[in-house]
């Protein structure tokens, strides 16, 4: 199956909506932003919001993570290119299970990613990592609305079980030892950011992709017609918490 995916997303410049408009007005809720100097990024696809952070925090060094060896590479490359090899740094690794000094991140940057992990688990898993007053920001498919439509939630109820109400996830973030300082629904053009270049590449391989792979893009087609359909129950929120101290 992973091999199905990548062959799908493998291309495409991101795998999660989002755009660097975005990025950048989470950054702004970032406390002490400007004394940012260790940055984690993690499960960035290609490296969008990685090159995104490090333009926008030029006293930064950031460790960007992916688990897909050939997008780390590239990323390398990029920062090298772009003479970021300095203070950007592409590692290969599973999120869950990279080795981070204690107390030794300013923020961690999570897009799109942290239901592979899940919103409770990843918090507190992220929390000793922080240094005194250090952030966390991410994004997340979640709920707007706590009545969605009958078809909606049988969708979700397969696809994301775990997927909650941003009522839901700043309560689990306080629980876990973080205040929320910011947030906001992602807009539309966040959104077709990903999903206007996905239906390009599901058009492209539709006419000669194997049983598997044919399976996998319908399943994405019905994704991408329930997002739109019901864009008012539910899209891509973003999170950005500071670590509680004492």
Sequence with gaps: MDEVLYEVFGPLSQGAPGNDASTLRALDAVPGRDAIRRVLDLGVGHGRTTFALAHALPDARITSVEIHAP??????????????AGRVRALCGDMEKIDVAPASIDLVWAEGCIYAVGVERALAMWRPWLRAGGSVAFSDFVWWTGDPSREARAFWAIEYPDMASEAAIRSRAEAAGYRAVGGFRMPKAAHEAYYVPLEARLAELAGRADASVLRVLDDI??????????????????????????
């Design 221 to 246: 087609r019905k994704e991408i017609d329930i997002v739109r359909r019901f864009s008012d129950e539910a899209g891509y929120g973003f999170f950005v918490l500071r670590r509680t101290d004492g």
């Design 71 to 84: 997008f780390v590479e590239r990323i390398a490359e990029r920062a090298c290119a772009a003479g970021l």
